[in-house]
């Protein structure tokens, strides 16, 4: 097999296993092949194998083994913090290409809501980006963001266009330690529509977000909405185990 040259022998092992198991090649409850079995697959020695097989127990995939072969335990893998941040890290991880089309960047006062969220005065300044996500070069989300300008600066400096705002965040020494996630359905209004190729009113996947720092201090508020079948979401819960999934009453009176 052909090594990628982007990716080290674990990687490329990884994948394998888990693009297999995410397409029912291999379902919950089979057994993966034996460490000698993928050795000779991808010409490799063990290390590589077995740090494989450690990163998808890490996910949550596979069964520890213990003296016997591995069984697939889930087709849906846990996320990185990276992962569930950066929307161009979650497509680099399942071999998606990422793509924006930048709509446009502005500082802006920030209006009650978004002030409250970000936790600053009402009219402090921010900067906003809207951006149209695609997977593959298709049209897939829209995602808009707001920073706080002390953040935000980094981003007037950095082209929207040119890749991932978290990454060169990250670059740039931002501390982003935290975030929370709010998931709902809406209904395209039509600049979204537009921009997705839908119809106005096709329900969309909302996915409003708040990252802070390691001291707890909001840094980033944002709405991404998808396209509903190019994402979804997985939770699994363990009884005595609190679970990071939350749900909340929407408020909404009883029929």
Known sequence: MTKTHSRQ???VVAHYLRSSIRDGSFQPGDELPSEAELTRKFSSSRGPVRQAMSTLRAEGLISSGRGRRSVVLDNVPTQSFDDIISFSQWCHNADIVPGQRTQWVARQPAEKSLAASLEIPDGAPVVSIFRLRLMDDVPSMVERLNYPLEVGRHVLAFDPD????????????????????????VAAE?????????AV???????????????????ESSDDRY?????????????????????????????
């Open 9 to 11: 022998q674990h990687e």
């Open 162 to 185: 040119s890749g991932s705002i978290y990454q060169e965040l990250l670059d740039r020494g931002v501390d982003i330690s935290r975030a929370s996630r709010t998931i709902d359905a």
């Open 190 to 198: 039509e600049e979204d529509a537009a921009l997705l190729e839908v």
């Open 201 to 219: 009113g096709t329900p969309l996947l909302r996915v409003r977000r708040r990252a802070f720092t390691s001291s707890g201090e909001p840094i």
């Open 227 to 255: 396209l509903p079948w190019k994402a979804s979401f997985t939770t699994n819960s363990t009884r005595d185990t609190p679970s990071s999934l939350s749900m909340i009453s929407s408020g909404w009176p009883l029929p």
